[in-house]
């Protein structure tokens, strides 16, 4: 194998007419590929050549109309598309999108780079209806099949400050609902974190909280609201909180995905195709050992873990976590952390050979969401990464190093996607199957439409006579 030549971060900066410091800046933040030896950076020629390349050609891709195809027998648009893992999963269940819609630029470019033909649009506030309806090669009268999106999440999410519709973000989500009403497609899905499901309408800080909540401020309100609208608007709407283990995903990533039917039927649920156990007459969950089987290991780009970390990485085995160091070791390693409440799982974290990854994250190597090799000292590559999501590996993710683990992290695993595709052409065509008995689709209960409905609505009818009987009791 022929050794790469190797440049200094001294010749880098004199090459790119930059400072040594901001060479060292791109190293360390992954957007430049190289290896630190001691204090030391060694960078290849070759991923010198590749970061130029990529700055040269990083110019935003512009809105386009699809191109002029034959329309295919279902007609399907993609909203917050990201690196398109949702419409991966959708195509390879027998439905190709004509649209995908994406701000982010790292994501366009994804998107333009394996998808050129496809119509691309921007910010969604920037387009009515009909601009949609041309774009896509569509006219007035051209019925659309399905609008699937994930409306960005991070309002509802568990693991940040969740500010519900306040949020601009939310405010997206309303956007989308709005285009689906406009639009009026036969079929809508809806994707986002399990979050959502105890989301309220409004978020009050809890450092803000001097009085009780008010029914828009309790937990559940924003999926309340969500689909009232949608139900307004004629659609039928069934959900539940899917684990895309149970779909043939090689790792456990929990996702709520609605999805709404205009003449107001209920989509019976994702019909699973693997179990924990191999039970239910179903195959056993994939692995990490099964998702990156025949990766070529020489052909790997990833962040580095700090060294100070390393020295922990080292004393732990596959599927290990900061847990079974010693007691000693466990405080000098975690330091504060070590006192926190929770349960910490993320920190100093190896994967296990023979179980599905955990949820990926759009960093695998901060402090308390590590993503650990089962035995190497670094964490998931992009490759690794590609796999556990279920990407082709020709797929090509834009963007530098952190780039690519956000777009990865962020998207909907392609089997999941394709169980979604899989329910709508089987309540298509009549063609239902039994779901097995009893099957837990996630760890929690009370995540299904039927069940979440009726136990929120009571809780919030419950929790506002309390409120109603508390202030007449002040008033006597």
């Known amino acids: 194998m022929d050794i790469p030549e190797i440049v200094t971060t001294k010749q880098i900066a004199e090459k790119l007419n930059v400072s040594d410091q901001y060479v060292r800046k791109l190293l360390r933040s992954g957007e430049l590929d190289g290896t630190m030896v001691g204090s030391q950076w060694l960078v290849a020629e070759t991923a010198l050549f590749e970061y130029t390349t990529r700055m040269e050609s990083k ?87 399905l609008m699937a999106g994930g409306p960005p999440c991070q309002a509802f999410s568990t693991a940040g400050a969740r500010k519900g519709f306040s949020d601009k973000r939310g405010n997206v989500f309303l956007k989308y609902l709005e285009l689906i009403f406009e639009l009026r497609p036969r079929y809508a899905v809806i994707e986002n974190v399990r979050g959502l499901l105890s989301a309220p309408l409004n978020h009050r800080p809890h450092s803000e909280r001097d009085s009780a909540l008010t029914m828009e401020e309790k937990p559940g309100g924003a999926l309340l609201y969500i689909i009232d609208l949608l139900r307004e608007a004629g659609y039928g709407v069934s959900f539940n909180l899917y684990n895309a283990a149970n779909f043939g995903a090689p790792q456990s990533r929990e996702r709520v995905v609605m999805i709404c039917h205009r003449e107001g039927k209920r989509v019976p649920y994702l019909m699973p195709t693997h179990s924990e156990k191999g039970d239910y007459s179903l195959p056993q969950w994939r692995t990490f050992a099964d998702a990156v089987a025949g990766l070529d290991c020489d052909a790997q780009h990833f962040i580095e873990f700090p060294e100070k970390r390393l020295k922990y990485y080292r004393m732990l085995q596959p599927g290990q976590y900061w847990k079974h160091l010693s007691e000693e070791m466990q405080k000098e390693a975690l330091g504060k952390s070590y006192y926190l409440g929770g349960g910490k799982t993320g920190f100093l974290r190896r994967l296990a050979w023979d179980r599905p990854s955990p949820t990926l994250v759009t960093h695998p190597a901060m402090p308390a969401t590590d993503l650990g090799h089962p035995v190497e000292d670094r964490p998931l590559s992009i490759e690794e990464y590609k796999r556990i999501q279920e990407f082709p590996d020709s797929w090509i993710v834009c963007g530098s190093l952190l780039d690519q683990y956000r777009q990865i992290g962020n998207a909907v695993p392609i089997s999941l996607g394709a169980a979604i595709g899989r329910a709508i052409l089987a309540d298509m065509q009549g063609d239902y199957q039994a779901i097995p008995t009893g099957f837990p689709y996630s760890r929690y209960k009370a995540t299904d439409d039927k069940a979440w409905i009726g136990t929120t609505r009571a809780l919030l009818a419950k929790a506002d006579k309390h409120t109603e009987d508390k202030q007449e009791n002040l008033l006597f």
Do not use: Q
């Not at 994804?110 to 896509?136: C, F, H, K, M, Q």
């Open 59 to 145: 110019a935003l891709p512009v809105d386009h109309p699809r191109c002029e195809l034959p329309l295919p027998p279902i007609k399907a648009l993609s909203f917050f598309s990201g690196a398109m893992g949702l419409d991966l999963g959708l195509e390879k269940a027998g439905i190709p999108v004509l649209l995908a819609c994406e701000n982010d630029k790292a994501c366009r470019m994804t998107i333009t780079a394996n998808r050129p033909e496809l119509a691309l649009i921007g910010d969604v506030w920037d387009y009515s209806a009909d601009d949609i309806r041309v774009a896509a090669g569509l006219s007035a009268t051209d019925e659309i099949d």
